[in-house]
């Protein structure tokens, strides 16, 4: 099994700038999440999505985020305009089924300057 | 709401030294409980897991076991090594009817351990 894909791995932009990350769940898993992670403010979930349908966004931090996932096997998240404090590493997790445990991808560096 | 509290750290050992990693947790429910661990440039991974009371969950050495009474979680391991230097995730997923069906983690504590 491939695992959770995510690209880029790192992503360098400057500030104003549209910024994509992807993210290819393990396949036959049902629910996605989308996560942050920064030193000052440690693993932040972001939002998640079940049978590819938004659940909770409400870690989405204003409306610069956005996430879509337009079927079981791909979704983005998109932050436009970038600003410098949007630097963090994203991470995407896919569960399954009748599961409680999450697999996480290995994120995506994004620096903003 | 749910939360979980670790342990700061860092935490410093040498290799085949005792680790123990404190954990503890409030939810509403009866929660499945986990531990994640995070190696440099990785994203997390699931290194155990326990569902239920009195449940030991156990992987590479390390375990943790489901403590009801005392709401705790504690990660240990008996000898560690250099390749454990990590940041471990405590987290935890409520199972009763309407509780959002994600989990909650802790900050997160950094692992060194020196030859």
């Known amino acids: 099994d491939a695992g959770v894909i995510q690209s880029p791995r790192h992503e360098v932009t400057e500030m104003g700038q549209e910024v994509t990350l992807r993210c290819k769940p393990i396949?036959?898993?049902?629910?996605l999440f989308w996560y942050r992670q920064t030193m000052m403010r440690g693993l932040e979930l972001l939002i998640y999505?079940?049978?590819?349908?938004?659940?909770?966004d409400s870690g989405m931090p204003e409306d610069r985020f956005s996430a879509k996932m337009p079927n079981a096997s791909f979704s983005t998240l998109k932050i436009q305009p970038s600003e410098p404090r949007d630097s963090a590493v994203y991470f995407c997790?896919?569960?399954?089924?009748?599961?409680?445990?999450?697999?996480f991808g290995p994120g995506t560096r994004l620096t903003v300057t | 709401g749910d939360s979980v509290t670790q342990m700061e750290g860092p935490v410093t050992l040498s290799e085949e030294a005792f680790l123990t990693i404190n954990c503890t947790y409030t939810?509403?429910?009866?929660?499945?409980l986990f531990w994640y661990v995070q190696y440099p440039g990785e994203g997390l991974q699931l290194l155990l897991k326990a569902t239920k009371a009195d449940d030991k969950g156990s992987n590479k050495g390390f375990e943790a076991t489901y403590r009801k009474e005392t709401t705790s979680f504690h990660l240990e391991k008996g000898s560690v090594q250099v390749s454990d230097s990590a940041v471990y995730f405590c987290?935890?997923?409520?199972?009763?009817?309407?509780?959002?069906?994600?989990?909650?983690f802790g900050s997160g504590t950094q692992l060194t351990v020196l030859p």
């Open positions: 987290a935890l997923k409520d199972k009763s009817s309407g509780s959002a069906r994600q989990l909650t």
């Open positions: 939810a509403t429910g009866y929660p499945s």
């Open positions: 997790a896919s569960r399954g089924t009748g599961v409680d445990e999450q697999y």
């Open positions: 999505f079940n049978n590819n349908v938004p659940i909770d």
């Open positions: 396949s036959g898993h049902n629910s």
